[in-house]
C-alpha cells in the first residue's frame, strides 16, 4: 500500500499549457507539501499545507497553484508551463506538531519535461 | 535563516571503504537534524534522525552523531556496498516546525 502517491510519474508537454499533478497521503498525517528538484538534485520547497490551509509559500511564480480539498490530498497545478520549469515535483506528508520530529515521507517524484 | 552546507560529491569508493559525507548547520533553536537518501529514480527516504545534541542516529550500518558544539551532522559507514550508491542529503527542521531545510546532497558511487 503506497504511503504517498502521485501522478502522473512522467509529464511531457509544450511551453504554454497548463498540467496538474495529483498527491494522495493514507498516513493520516495533517501536513503536505511539494517540493521541486531541479537537475542538479537541489531540493527547494515550494508550498507547505497544515489541515487544509496554506502556511508555507516560497516565492513561487503565480503561475503554480496548490490546492488542498481535504487533509489526504494536495494537487498541484501549473499555468502557462516554461521551459525552466522542467524539473522533478515531490509531493510529501508529515505529522506536525512539538512531540513530533517532522519527518518527511515523499511520493516517487513527477518528473516535468517541457520542451 | 536556518542552513545546510554538506560536502559536493561525487564521491566515489571501492567497495568496503570507509565513508564520511560531512554536514554542518545553521540553526536558531535546537532543530532536529536528518539523513535522507534517494535512490535511482525514487522519492527521498528517511535514513537517520537524531533530535537533540549528542543523539546518535543509526540505520543500515549508517550513523551520524549531533554535534552541537561543532554545529555538526557528519554521516559515516564503516564498510559501503555497491547497494549504497544514491544521493545523501542531510537536513534540519525546528521542532514544531514546518520547514524542512535540505542541503545540495551528496552523489555516492560504489564501484564493485
Known amino acids: 500500500d503506497t504511503a504517498v502517491s502521485q501522478t502522473p510519474k512522467y509529464l511531457v508537454t509544450q511551453m504554454g499549457n497548463d498540467k496538474s499533478i495529483k498527491c494522495e497521503q493514507n498516513?493520516?498525517?495533517?501536513?503536505m507539501y511539494w517540493y521541486k528538484q531541479d537537475s542538479k538534485k537541489f531540493l527547494k520547497i515550494m508550498f507547505s499545507?497544515?489541515?487544509?490551509?496554506?502556511?508555507i509559500n516560497e516565492t513561487v511564480p503565480n503561475r503554480f497553484s496548490p490546492k488542498s480539498p481535504d487533509k489526504a490530498h494536495l494537487n498541484l497545478h501549473i499555468n502557462s508551463l516554461e521551459l525552466g520549469d522542467s524539473a522533478v515535483y515531490f509531493c510529501?506528508?508529515?505529522?506536525?506538531?512539538?512531540?513530533?520530529?517532522?519527518?518527511?515521507?515523499f511520493g516517487e517524484g513527477s518528473r516535468l519535461t517541457v520542451l | 535563516g536556518n542552513s545546510v552546507t554538506q560536502m559536493e560529491g561525487p564521491v566515489t569508493l571501492s567497495e568496503e571503504a570507509f565513508l564520511t559525507i560531512n554536514c554542518t548547520y545553521t540553526?536558531?533553536?535546537?532543530?532536529?537534524l536528518f539523513w535522507y537518501v534517494q535512490y535511482p529514480g525514487e522519492g527521498l527516504q528517511l535514513l537517520l534522525k537524531?533530535?537533540?545534541?549528542?543523539d546518535k542516529g543509526s540505520n543500515k550500518g549508517f550513523e551520524a552523531t549531533y554535534r552541537k558544539e561543532t554545529t555538526s551532522f557528519h554521516l559515516e559507514k564503516g564498510s559501503v556496498q555497491v547497494s549504497d550508491s544514491a544521493v545523501y542529503f542531510c537536513?534540519?527542521?525546528?521542532?514544531?516546525?514546518?520547514?524542512?531545510?535540505f542541503g545540495a546532497g551528496t552523489r555516492l558511487f560504489v564501484k564493485a
Open positions: 537524531a533530535t537533540k545534541a549528542d
Open positions: 540553526a536558531t533553536g535546537y532543530p532536529s
Open positions: 498516513l493520516g498525517h495533517d501536513t
Open positions: 510529501a506528508s508529515s505529522q506536525a506538531g512539538v512531540s513530533n520530529t517532522g519527518e518527511l515521507f
Open positions: 537536513a534540519l527542521q525546528n521542532t514544531g516546525g514546518f520547514k524542512t531545510i
Open positions: 499545507y497544515n489541515n487544509k490551509e496554506l502556511i
